[in-house]
């Protein structure tokens, strides 16, 4: 595998249920993100992790809550979801020792909440 | 509040013409980044090209150059020769260091068209 990778690609969940996405890089980088893409909106950034602590949350609901064990795995919990929610969920790393630097995105999970 | 306006929600250009993508955008910062990022139908967001706001030279990389104009805060994208590889969706962003970390604010984006 190479660059930064997520799964499940596709996933359609139910307002109760809980799922967990899944992302890896393998680019030996030290910072990793999650953003919210919906339809004719702005990128939205949700949580910021720095060497594997979470240095930004912008205002997300508590029913999404990220994980990362480590600077390679980042994981983002749900649960109790609302169809709002529905929307392509990318991920992105970059090397966070100097400012201006690249982010490199993943394919991103298109979620689904019936 | 820091934003990022980009005002043509769809643009079409003949493969080998030159078309040009509008961005402009709001901070009080005085550092930051620019970008461009590409984002092909079903595939991987990619970065097109990178500006430094302290570079008064603007960034080019092969076909894809950009116009910077600080003072106004803008920021275009000029893709010349266009391929039928080019057609994606658009994104102007700027970066900011904000808390230990660094924050990227997008624009909506701006749907390409490459006709043959």
């Known amino acids: 595998e190479t660059g930064v990778t997520q799964t499940p690609r596709h996933l359609v969940m139910g307002m109760t249920n809980k799922k967990s996405l899944k992302c890896e890089q393998h680019?030996?980088?030290?910072?990793m993100y999650w953003y919210k893409q919906s339809a004719k909106k702005p990128l939205e950034l949700m949580f910021v992790y720095n060497f594997k602590e979470q240095t930004e949350n912008n205002s997300v609901p508590s029913r999404f809550s990220p994980e990362c064990p480590n600077s390679s795995h980042l994981f983002l919990h749900l649960h109790t979801l609302q169809p709002e929610d529905s929307a392509l969920y990318l991920c992105?790393?970059?090397?966070?020792?100097?400012?201006?630097?690249?982010?490199?995105f993943g394919p991103g999970t298109r979620l689904t909440v019936l | 509040a820091q934003t990022v306006t980009q005002s043509q929600p769809e643009m079409s250009v003949q493969e080998a013409e030159t078309v040009t993508l509008s961005c402009t955008y709001d901070t009080s910062e005085s550092d930051y980044y620019l970008f461009w990022y590409k984002q092909p139908p079903s595939r991987q967001m990619i970065l097109v090209i990178r500006q430094e706001a302290y570079k008064q030279q603007n960034a080019t990389e092969n076909r894809f150059s950009v116009n910077f104009q600080k003072a106004a805060k803008s920021f275009s994208l000029k893709i010349s020769d266009s391929q039928l590889g080019d057609a994606a969706m658009y994104f102007c962003a700027y970066s900011i260091a904000q808390g230990g970390s660094e924050k990227l604010v997008f624009g909506k984006g701006t749907k390409l068209t490459v006709n043959p």
């Open positions: 680019l030996g980088h030290n910072a």
């Open positions: 992105a790393s970059s090397q966070a020792d100097r400012e201006g630097n690249e982010q490199f």
